[in-house]
């Protein structure tokens, strides 16, 4: 006889997916909103409902079990079609437009334009999400992705928007204290993005003092932010030199916010992207919004 839908564990069912996707509790519990001990609680209500372990646990780390492996993959594709089908019932999909984007990104460059967008497709309402994490396209019900990478996007589609180089920004009144000469800068005034540490060959200070001709191990010194954004605000607010990554600090060099004291540029091997599924890229409103960000870099 089947089973009551009424005793299904679907709070643990969701927790389980979410953990085997990830192998990790704490990745599931960020996921889901929740901690790391409620996706514990509800992994092991599942089990006993299962009546078999679904991971093996170690000491820091997880792996599915036999039975694990089983129920992951159709457990995910279940979840997918149920989001597809409560997407088509309430028409949101048709309406809205969600795009994760980096948020430096997001808010520097995509908010500033996105005005012109809306303008020109008012149907379409779009839904920004900033996060430096990479998109699941299946599962985070996201559209679009505008990324900082190296384009390396299995099973997507990506089109590169714009190549990135760094070079040093801050304030007007402090670029007229330091002068033009760098080593002139305290190095307690550098100002360092921690989403640069993230792959070898992103922008640092010391590469770029290094093609400045001033060679000095600087990256252990000066404020440490999460992102490029807090670093670019701190540098806008006077205290200290930010390593800027073109296009991002277009606008803030326009206004007068930042300037640009030095004209040496590093290259970056990272640049920004537009990502989607590939069989979703004729889509109107995906279409409507890619020909609108090429757009956007073409006037640049």
């Known amino acids: 006889m089947a089973t009551?839908?009424?005793?299904?564990?679907?709070?643990?069912?969701?927790?389980?997916?979410?953990?085997?996707?990830?192998l990790s509790f704490a990745a599931a519990a960020a996921d889901l909103g929740v901690t790391a001990a409620a996706i514990s609680v509800q992994v092991r209500r599942l089990e006993e409902w299962v009546g078999v372990p679904l991971f093996i646990r170690g000491n820091r780390s997880i792996a599915l079990s036999a039975t694990g492996r089983t129920l992951a993959p159709r457990l995910t594709a279940l979840f997918v079609e149920m989001e597809r089908l409560l997407s088509e019932v309430a028409n949101f999909d048709a309406t809205t437009l969600?795009?994760?984007?980096?948020?430096?990104f997001a808010s520097k460059w995509v908010a500033p334009r996105l005005s012109s967008f809306t303008l020109r497709h008012p149907h379409i309402?779009?839904?920004?999400?900033?996060t430096d994490r990479r998109s699941d396209f299946e599962r985070d019900g996201v559209d679009v992705g505008l990324?900082?990478?190296d384009g390396d996007y299995p099973e997507l589609h990506s089109?590169?928007?714009?190549q990135a180089t760094a070079f040093p920004v801050c304030s007007p009144a402090l670029a007229a204290r330091c002068g033009a000469d760098p080593a002139r800068?305290?190095?307690a005034l550098l100002l360092h993005d921690e989403s640069s540490l993230v792959a070898p060959g992103l922008p640092t200070w010391s590469a770029w003092f290094a093609q400045a001709g001033v060679p000095r191990s600087v990256d252990s010194v000066g404020a440490l932010f999460g992102n490029s954004h807090m670093a670019l605000s701190a540098a806008i607010a006077g205290q200290g030199f930010a390593l800027g990554l073109a296009p991002l600090v277009d606008s803030d060099l326009a206004a007068g916010h930042l300037v640009k004291p030095f004209?040496?540029?590093?290259?970056?091997?990272f640049g920004f992207w537009f990502v989607c599924r590939p069989d979703r890229l004729t889509e109107p409103k995906i279409a409507a919004f890619r020909d609108w960000i090429l757009e956007q870099v073409d006037e640049q």
């Open 263 to 269: 004209a040496l540029e590093i290259s970056s091997p």
């Open 147 to 149: 990324r900082y990478g």
């Open 185 to 187: 800068i305290e190095p």
């Open 98 to 104: 969600q795009v994760s984007a980096m948020p430096t």
């Open 4 to 22: 009551p839908i009424r005793t299904l564990p679907l709070n643990a069912l969701r927790s389980f997916d979410a953990a085997a996707r990830h």
């Open 159 to 162: 089109e590169l928007i714009a």
């Open 125 to 130: 309402r779009v839904r920004i999400v900033g």
